[in-house]
Nanobody, 117 residues
Framework: QVQLVESGGGSVQAGGSLRLSCVIY????????MAWFRQAPGKEREGVAV?????STTYAGSVKGRFTISERSLEISSLKPEDTAIYYC?????????????????WGQGTQVTVSS
């Protein structure tokens, strides 16, 4: 059984930064995809970044250059009010990693990020 627990969310002003962390309990296999998603009120869950077992990364266009993903964290900077959402870490075991929510088997409970203007 795999369990994911996020932390590090909070309230910041526009232009600020946060570091979100994801602790993974359970067995990790080499062919895995570790991703971050976010969901704003009234909107669908959106994939923002993913890293695979070799360290290759993919970012959504809306966050490229501002967000940096690593195996256990997501650094978010130059924050905008539209980045306000609940952020989730997610894990799946695939050889090709994407940013579609249906691909991910394990999810954390989420951490709130609120950006004020």
């Amino acid at each position: 059984q795999v369990q994911l627990v996020e932390s590090g969310g909070g309230s910041v002003q526009a232009g600020g930064s946060l570091r979100l962390s994801c602790v993974i309990y359970g067995v990790m296999y080499n062919s895995h995809c570790m991703a971050w998603f976010r969901q704003a009120p009234g909107k669908e869950r959106e994939g923002v970044a993913v890293i695979d077992g070799s360290g290759s990364t993919t970012y959504a266009g809306s966050v490229k250059g501002r967000f940096t993903i690593s195996e256990r964290s997501l650094e978010i900077s130059s924050l905008k009010p539209e980045d306000t959402a609940i952020y989730y870490c997610a894990l799946t075991y695939l050889t090709r990693c994407g940013l579609e929510a249906y691909q991910y088997k394990y999810w954390g409970q989420g951490t709130q990020v609120t950006v004020s203007s």
